[in-house]
């Protein structure tokens, strides 16, 4: 199983990046998808999560509005847009595979991760 997050870099506060996760070696259209991030100092903590169809999705309250998840399970990726990015959104960006029922939130749910892309917001 292998998680491949990309799309990470430098931004200036307010503006904009796309993270990608592809996901290879396993059923994903079994697998609901969350994206979390770590910084520095800092537990991991759950940015959002999508179902294994798409059809719901859930966000930490600091992103909400803000962040938007999605999939293509055709392609086998999954997307997390970041707008209006602050400063305290920086962090490593991990994107992970759930296989059991429902969608999880917390970092013990997830089966399988990917090695993070690093998400750098200036003020």
């Known amino acids: 199983v292998q998680l491949q997050a990309s799309g990470g870099g430098l931004v200036q506060a307010g503006g904009s990046l796309r993270l990608s996760c592809a996901a290879s070696g396993l059923p994903f259209s079994s697998y609901s998808m969350g994206w979390f991030r770590q910084a520095p100092g800092k537990e991991r903590e759950f940015v959002a999560a999508i179902s294994r169809n798409g059809g719901s999705t859930y966000y930490a309250d600091s992103v909400k509005g803000r962040f938007t998840i999605s999939r293509d399970n055709a392609k086998n990726t999954v997307h997390l847009q970041m707008n209006s990015l602050k400063p305290e959104d920086t962090a490593v960006y991990y994107c992970?595979?759930?296989?059991?029922?429902?969608?999880?939130?917390?970092?013990?749910?997830?089966?399988?991760w990917g090695q993070g892309t690093q998400v750098t917001v200036s003020s």
């Open positions: 992970a595979a759930h296989l059991r029922a429902g969608v999880g939130k917390d970092v013990d749910d997830y089966d399988y």
